[in-house]
Structure formats: structure tokens, C-alpha cells
């Protein structure tokens, strides 16, 4: 594995973090991998999305859409506007990033006479929350002024929910079938080093292994935290619609026979990697969704499965290509990033085909949403 070589204080930053799991692991007890996954994303502070590194753009680890071009979001805002007009104008978005994509939603929702009265922005980070409120302020003075900040899913909410990008790096256990059963990934120490070890899975998660299907030495994710999370949402909104974006399968190809190794991967300065285990804190750990899993946690608690479709099909649908089209008039520069970003973004080969879009609603008119007019998969989960 060859990745850039993280500074003295990014190192010293690491450092602290496992200093903390360590302790946490000589109190209780080798963590389940899911345990580990949390501390390492979200330790306040120090964890991953809650320390101060940056994590979005050229300078970071990764790229998401809203950071190749506003399109992304000037398409999205459609269907966001379709979608309040059904319940109320309200908007939550969760895990909201640089806040690029709220600037684009309110630009382009401000310009369809559809925007919302608030923006909620739920957000653990107090770092990126200051980012926010940043980028808000420069790129929406004029509307930066109706968005809020939540620390928690609000009681009761009328409204969309929107998240991109989220699911993926919810914490995730990780289990592997055996001849004799069924085994759960922990995290011990081995002489202060941290180590992933195997242990017998406790019963509720055996069953769901056995029920997925796993076989002697089948090793993948199943994430309990975003099914949870879902329901969570689905038992709170009264009116109105959850909108998720994120890459995964439906469940009959996630735990495909030749996906034995499962989908957990990890980003560090636009390289990808497998060990979750290095450098905790300095590096991003995703895994894939399993939307089958996350309609059914939805439906369970009442919502209804308004949609699920690919990210090309969904864009497409909502009007990309002639929003590029309407570009036109920028400058040669300008032009030639949104058409990489399109293409990116549609590409089978790229973002098209890998990411997803699921709509859930509850309380709403059934109604044929645009972003699933053509191409709908819902048979698919």
C-alpha cells in the first residue's frame, strides 16, 4: 500500500485517537468493528468527520457531486420542489459537507419561486459547521439567513430530507461465515498495537447473516446503524419525504456469491485503500448500501417506497442536460468543467451506474415523482 505521508501533526492527531480506542479497549474489552468505525469517523474532535482536517475537494480526500459543479444541486432542486409542494417548505439536509450543495439547492430553488422558508442542516461537526456557514455567507447572502443548524433529528418534522453521501459511512459491522457459523470482525491490541481479529457473532446478527446467505469464508458488511437511522426518520416525518444518495445495490447484489470480500474501503488523499486500521482519524471508512435493507427499514416503519434509480437515470430525468444546456453561455473554461462533471456524473463507467437515488415519503399523494419517471428499479430491491 502506498499512500502520501502524513505530516508530524496529522500523525500526532492519529495518534491521540488511538490512544483514546486503546483505552476504550483495555476498559471493555476488544470492539466490535462497528465501534471502532465510530470512533474513528466521529470521536469529537478527533474522529474523522469531527476533527478540523480537510476532507472535501482537490485538497482533500475525496470529491462528491455538489463539488464538481452546481448542476448537481440545480437538478436535485427540482424534484426538491415537486416534492414541498406535496407537504410543506421545509428542508433538512443531513451530513450537508463544505456546504456547496445548500448554496446550490437555495440558488436554484430561490429561482423555481420555491424556496423553502427553512434549511435545517443537521450537523455534528463543529468544524465543518462554522465551513458552512461560511460558504453560505458567501455564496447566499440573501437566503443564508433561513438556515439552522440541528444537533439531533428534530421530534416531529413536515418536510424533505435529503442526504448525499451519508449512508456510506455510517458505522458497519463487519462478519464472515465459517464451517461452524458465523463470525464478527472486532478490533483488539496486540503490544499497543491496534488489530482486527474474529470472534463468534451474538445471535441477532447470526440470524441476519444466516438470513443473507453467508457462507464458509463469505466476508462483508451489514449495517445495522443506517437501517436504525432510517426507521428513526420514518417514525419523525409526518408529511413529507426522505431523498437518499449514495452508491450500493440493491441486497441480491450486495451479497452476490462474487462479492466475497464485501465493499468497505477507505480514502485518503484521493487514494483508496483497505485497511481501516491505519492511521484512524486521518482517513475516511465508506462501505456500499444495501437499499434493499434501507426500503425495507423505511416500509416497516411506515414510509412508502416512492422511487429508486440510478444517479444518471435520477439527473437526467430532473433536467441535467438541458440545465448544461443552459450553461452554454460561460466561458470555454467554465463549459468544459461542467461537461467533465456531467459526464462523470452520468458515466456507466464513473458515478451514472454506482450511485442510487431511493425516495421514501409518507403522508404524500401517490403521485409519480419526475426523478423516477423513466428508469425506475423499485422491482430491483
Known amino acids: 500500500m502506498s499512500l502520501p505521508t502524513p505530516d508530524d501533526d496529522a500523525r500526532t492527531h492519529s495518534e491521540r485517537l488511538r490512544s483514546l480506542i486503546r483505552d476504550e479497549i483495555a476498559r471493555h474489552g476488544a470492539l466490535p468493528f462497528s465501534r471502532y468505525m465510530e470512533r474513528a469517523l466521529y470521536a469529537p474532535g478527533l474522529g474523522y468527520y469531527s476533527g478540523a482536517l480537510q476532507k472535501f475537494g482537490a485538497g482533500g480526500d475525496f470529491i462528491t457531486a455538489p463539488e464538481m459543479t452546481p448542476l448537481f444541486g440545480h437538478s436535485l432542486a427540482r424534484q426538491l420542489a415537486d416534492l414541498m409542494a406535496l407537504c410543506a417548505p421545509c428542508i433538512v439536509e443531513t451530513g450537508a459537507g463544505s456546504g456547496r450543495l445548500a448554496v446550490d439547492l437555495l440558488g436554484a430553488l430561490d429561482r423555481l419561486g420555491a424556496a423553502p422558508t427553512h434549511y435545517f442542516i443537521l450537523e455534528l461537526s463543529a468544524d465543518l459547521r462554522e465551513r458552512q456557514r461560511e460558504t453560505l455567507a458567501a455564496g447566499q447572502p440573501a437566503l443564508a439567513s433561513r438556515v439552522s443548524w440541528l444537533d439531533s433529528l428534530p421530534p416531529q418534522f413536515d418536510g424533505v430530507v435529503i442526504g448525499n453521501e451519508v449512508l456510506d459511512a455510517m458505522p458497519v459491522e463487519r462478519v464472515r461465515g465459517n464451517a461452524g457459523g458465523i463470525d464478527q470482525a472486532v478490533v483488539d491490541t496486540v503490544e499497543d498495537d491496534l488489530v482486527l481479529d474474529w470472534r463468534p457473532a451474538p445471535p441477532a446478527l447470526t440470524a441476519e ?61 484521493h487514494h483508496a485503500h483497505g485497511d481501516p486500521l491505519w492511521m484512524p482519524g486521518l482517513n475516511d471508512i465508506t462501505a ?81 415523482l419526475r426523478g423516477f419517471l423513466r428508469g425506475d428499479r423499485s422491482h430491483t430491491l
Open 209 to 269: 447473516a444466516r438470513r443473507l446467505g453467508f457462507s464458509d469464508g463469505y466476508d462483508s458488511e451489514i449495517n445495522l446503524v443506517a437501517r436504525a437511522w432510517v426507521a428513526e426518520w420514518a417514525r419523525r416525518i409526518g408529511r413529507g419525504a426522505l431523498l437518499l444518495i449514495d452508491y450500493g445495490f440493491p441486497q441480491a447484489e450486495y451479497y452476490h456469491a462474487d462479492r466475497y470480500q464485501g465493499t468497505l474501503m477507505c480514502h485518503y488523499r
Open 288 to 368: 456500499h448500501v444495501d437499499f434493499t435493507a434501507i426500503a425495507q427499514a423505511a416500509f416497516d416503519a411506515g414510509m412508502s417506497l416512492a422511487g429508486y434509480t440510478s444517479q444518471a437515470r435520477f439527473l437526467l430525468n430532473c433536467g441535467l442536460l438541458e440545465l448544461l444546456g443552459e450553461s452554454s453561455g460561460a466561458d470555454a473554461m467554465t463549459r468544459a468543467r461542467h461537461n467533465a462533471a456531467v459526464n462523470r456524473l452520468t458515466s456507466p463507467a464513473e458515478m451514472g451506474e454506482l450511485f442510487k437515488v431511493i425516495c421514501l415519503t409518507r403522508g404524500l399523494p401517490d403521485t409519480p
